[in-house]
């Protein structure tokens, strides 16, 4: 039996929104040299990098993310105000890949296909809860979030002073820790 949607929900804003997002996925899309466009995506299922190839996204069947990983150049291609972008890029095109192999499965087998209401439930959830906030120590907030976004991918932000400030090594932990996050709490 449908619950309805979360109380308070503001469907207009949640349309705008979604509108944006989806603006969004095609700028980014768009931004894809015409030979990427026109063929498969070179990953395996659930797997991908960003444009610059330095940052690595793995999602489970589920459709969340597994792992997020930077390789030691992203620095120079990404840089620190890049990174959260390229995060969700990576999250986007890791998306793609896994919808296009579970394209026969049944609703709800994935986050990309639950039905509407259990993701506005999730989202709710994953609001509420904070989910994939890393907040090394201080009093601003998340320094690196990721949330599940109202077409059911993942999107990063990361404070760039706080980025810049960790090594390769520290801030593959930190993703390490958001991706468990968010995992603990949908």
Avoid: Y
Wanted: aromatic share 4%; proline share 7%; hydrophobic share 45%.
């Amino acid at each position: 039996m449908s619950q309805g949607p979360p109380d308070g929900l503001d469907f207009a804003a949640v349309r705008a929104r979604m509108e944006e997002t989806m603006a969004e996925v095609d700028r980014l899309l768009a931004e894809l040299p015409q030979e990427h466009r026109a063929q498969k995506a070179p990953w395996p299922p659930g797997e991908a990098t960003d444009a610059s190839g330095t940052v690595r996204v793995v999602l489970a069947p589920d459709g969340l993310p597994r792992s997020i990983e930077v390789d030691p150049r992203w620095r120079r291609t990404v840089g620190c105000d890049g990174l959260a972008g390229a995060v969700t890029e990576a999250c986007l095109f890791a998306a793609g890949t896994l919808a296009e192999s579970t394209a026969d499965q049944p609703a709800g087998s994935n986050i990309l296909n639950r039905p509407m209401e259990e993701a506005f439930a999730a989202m709710g959830r994953n609001s509420a809860a904070g989910a994939g906030g890393v907040d090394p120590g201080g009093a601003g907030g998340a320094r690196l979030a990721l949330t599940v976004t109202l077409l059911g991918t993942v999107a990063c932000t990361a404070n760039p002073d706080w980025v810049n400030l960790q090594n390769d090594e520290d801030l593959n932990v930190a993703l390490a820790a958001a991706v468990a996050d968010i995992r603990a709490n949908l």
